[in-house]
């Protein structure tokens, strides 16, 4: 689904290095989540907004933290990067409104924390 | 806060057989139950989902069945096939509100 990308797809990088990912929309939704998906945990919500002003925390924020810059974008920092944030990161957008619940999912961005 | 349990975490049928992925959730607010798939690869997929106010739902050779009462709610798959191979996830939400995710169950299809 071209409609909710993410950059980059794949990415090393060394223990303690800050690194930003970022997700985009063209599907005109006003929410938009951050999860982490690992072996066997499922998807795991990190950071959620519901509109530009609103951010809010999941179950799993520490370590991280989230830029709302506009309705279609919604990026994903880690400040000091450590290995157990190696995992597969997916960013989600949903309409939430009309009863319109579905999630639309990015393609993912694999991490690896060296 | 909301709390989903998804079993089995493995599950392996013969093509042409039925599977069934059962999930358990804990806040009774809940309304609203969705079913992902998320083939080798590539990214979660809404397959089917299910509100509290209908006990099941079919689309195709999928269904889903809910149980307010109980707290479970299931996803069962007929005669499966080969591209049914792939990772199922639940899910539990009030309405609109934030998603909470199952742990995922893999399920293979054996020819």
């Known amino acids: 689904d071209a409609d909710v990308t993410q950059t980059p797809r794949n990415r090393i990088t060394k223990t303690g290095k800050r690194i930003m990912l970022e997700c985009s929309q063209t599907?005109?939704?006003?929410?938009m989540y951050w999860y982490r998906q690992d072996p066997g945990l499922g998807l795991r919500l990190i950071y959620y907004?519901?509109?530009?002003?609103?951010?809010n925390k999941g179950e799993i924020s520490d370590g991280y933290s989230v830029s709302r810059q506009a309705q279609a974008k919604f990026s994903l920092s880690l400040e000091s990067a450590i290995p157990n944030q190696t995992a597969l990161y997916f960013c989600?957008?949903?309409?939430?409104?009309?009863?319109?619940?579905?999630?639309?999912f990015g393609p993912g961005t694999r991490l690896t924390v060296t | 806060g909301e709390n989903v349990e998804q079993h089995p975490s493995t599950l392996s049928v013969q093509e042409g057989d039925s599977a069934v992925i059962k999930c358990t959730y804990s806040?009774?607010?809940?309304?609203?139950f969705p079913w992902y798939k998320q083939e080798l690869g590539k990214r979660p997929q809404l397959i089917i989902d299910i509100r509290s106010n209908v006990g099941e739902k079919k689309d195709q050779r999928i269904a889903v069945t809910l149980n307010k009462t109980a707290k479970h709610f299931s996803l069962h798959i007929t005669e499966t096939q080969p591209e049914d191979s792939a990772v199922y996830f639940c899910a539990a939400s009030r309405g609109a509100q934030k998603l909470v995710f199952g742990q995922g169950t893999r399920l293979t299809i054996n020819p």
């Open positions: 599907k005109g939704h006003d929410r």
């Open positions: 806040d009774s607010a809940s309304n609203y």
């Open positions: 907004s519901f509109d530009v002003k609103d951010i």
């Open positions: 989600a957008t949903s309409g939430g409104t009309g009863r319109n619940y579905e999630q639309y």
